[in-house]
């Protein structure tokens, strides 16, 4: 069977990616199943810089069709913030971190830590805190690469209500479904997420190569 690559390091990213791509007759493997431990270096300029580096990464590593999502939280009274930097969006390293882990690329920051930073920031700033997920997926094959995007509108609220999903999903509301990202079952969550969107962006071209 053919086998499609989820080159991402984020457990909570594989797991809805599963779920989205389960469509496709391929295998979906995951660098873990590989043995593949790759970090790369997301300094890119945009969403699709650092998908296609992440995508291309994975694919000569493994010889495989690659998936990568590159994704953030973009918050209007932030002007935007964190973005692209959502992953790695931390207080001043004067603060000590509640994690006790000072090691590591994201500097021991844990996601909790992140939520309650952008809060602290956030604090005094007229409400509603409108913001916006955005996904670009990238998909590496036979030295080529092609895009997706998708995006999921809502606001940022003061205090932290679920346990589902991952990151910022503990504070961002979707009003018209009257709860946060961490209070949908993944079911919901993939019908209406930014990476869902953006993967269901992606099909025509991951049919194309797998299907033909
Ligand atoms: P990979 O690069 O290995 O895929 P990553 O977590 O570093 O994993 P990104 O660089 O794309 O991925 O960072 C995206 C960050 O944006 C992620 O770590 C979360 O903090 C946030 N984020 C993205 N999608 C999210 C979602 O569905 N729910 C909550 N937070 C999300």
């Excluded at 809805?16 to 660098?31: A, F, I, S, Y």
């Excluded at 919901?188 to 071209?205: D, E, G, M, Q, W």
Aim: proline share 5%; glycine share 8%; hydrophobic share 40%.
């Amino acid at each position: 069977m053919k086998k499609l690559l989820i080159a991402t390091n984020n457990k909570g990213k594989v797991k809805e990616l599963r779920d989205l791509l389960k469509v496709l007759n391929v295998q979906l493997v995951t660098p873990a199943d590989l043995n593949l431990n790759l970090e790369v270096e997301e300094d890119g300029e945009t969403y699709a810089e650092n998908a296609e580096k992440k995508a291309r990464a994975f694919a000569q590593a493994s010889g495989l069709v690659s998936l990568a999502d590159d994704s953030g939280l973009e918050v209007d009274a932030l002007d935007g913030a964190p973005g692209l930097h959502s992953a790695r969006y931390a207080p001043p390293l004067t603060l000590s971190p509640n994690s006790g882990n000072l090691g590591g690329a994201r500097g021991g920051w844990t996601d909790s830590d992140r939520r309650a930073y952008m809060l602290e920031n956030l604090r005094g700033k007229p409400r509603p805190w409108t913001a916006h997920f955005h996904a670009t997926i990238a998909v590496a094959f036979d030295g080529k690469v092609e895009f997706a995007e998708g995006d999921c509108y809502g606001e940022i609220i003061p205090e932290e209500r679920g346990n589902n999903g991952f990151g910022y999903d503990p504070i961002f509301f979707i009003p018209e479904l009257n709860q946060t990202m961490a209070e949908l079952d993944m079911e919901t969550k993939n019908r209406i997420s930014h990476r869902a969107n953006a993967a269901r962006n992606a099909l025509p071209v991951l049919k194309k190569i797998f299907e033909g």
